[in-house]
């Protein structure tokens, strides 16, 4: 386990500590295809996922857990791990969030990684962030926008642009989700999402062959 995610550990335990003045939220999911970005995470196999939001004031903490593809020969257990903090700065008409959030799997070839946030929201619904990954160097803007439909339907978009450092291909993501919730049926949502990448080799190079990729999914959750 990497030193940032020790140090994202504390800072979740201490918000945690203050949870009488807290919002604490859980959450559970089951997804046809685990899909980060337009990538698998589960060689387009199931995933069964969970986490633990705590929110006070305009200071937040999570961690959330998912199975994913395990490299034949790797030891440990199949399992992503991801800590996050960040603090939600609100000022007179704008907000500045600022985050950190760690990549971590439970066995001993993964790919981990630390990535720092920096994002606004300037209408209801859109935000608008910068990421930047420490250890693969790289950057990744993005633009989400969320709606409440009719029917309690809701819908969700991401579009973003992920450009390595030392590489030479650049990939444009984009996902489109419609969900909607059943509280009469102990406050579940269904959903239903496509997910594209342009280029299913972003971290490589112009000798790669970019082939571009799109995935549907479908999945469960519940917020409790």
């Given at each position: ?15 945690s ?36 939001d705590?929110?006070?004031?305009n ?6 857990f ?29 907000n ?10 439970l066995?001993?070839v ?10 606004t929201?300037?209408?209801k ?36 642009m992920?450009?390595?450092d ?15 919730d ?36 479908i ?6």
């Amino acid at each position: 386990m990497k030193r940032t995610t020790l140090l994202a550990i504390p800072a979740f335990l201490a918000l945690s500590s203050a949870a009488s003045a807290a919002t604490v939220t859980y959450n559970a999911a089951f997804v046809s295809n685990y899909l980060f970005r337009g990538l698998s995470q589960t060689d387009d196999g199931p995933a069964l996922q969970g986490g633990a939001d705590i929110k006070n004031g305009n200071a937040y903490a999570g961690a959330w857990f998912s199975n994913v593809d395990k490299p034949d020969g790797a030891e440990g257990l199949p399992v992503e791990m991801d800590v996050y903090f960040g603090y939600n700065n609100q000022f007179d008409g704008f907000n500045l969030d600022m985050g950190v959030r760690t990549y971590n799997t439970l066995f001993d070839v993964g790919r981990e990684e630390t990535e720092f946030k920096l994002g606004t929201s300037p209408a209801k619904g859109l935000s608008v962030n910068m990421h930047r990954g420490v250890k693969a160097q790289y950057w990744y803007p993005e633009v989400t926008f969320e709606k409440h439909l009719p029917q309690r339907l809701y819908l969700d978009v991401a579009v973003g642009m992920l450009m390595v450092d030392d590489a030479d291909d650049k990939a444009l993501t984009a996902r489109v989700e419609v969900a909607r919730d059943f509280p009469e049926f102990h406050k579940i949502d269904l959903f239903i999402a496509a997910d594209f990448i342009s280029d299913d080799t972003p971290y490589g190079d112009n000798n790669d062959k970019d082939d571009s990729d799109l995935n549907f999914v479908i999945g469960v959750r519940k917020n409790f």
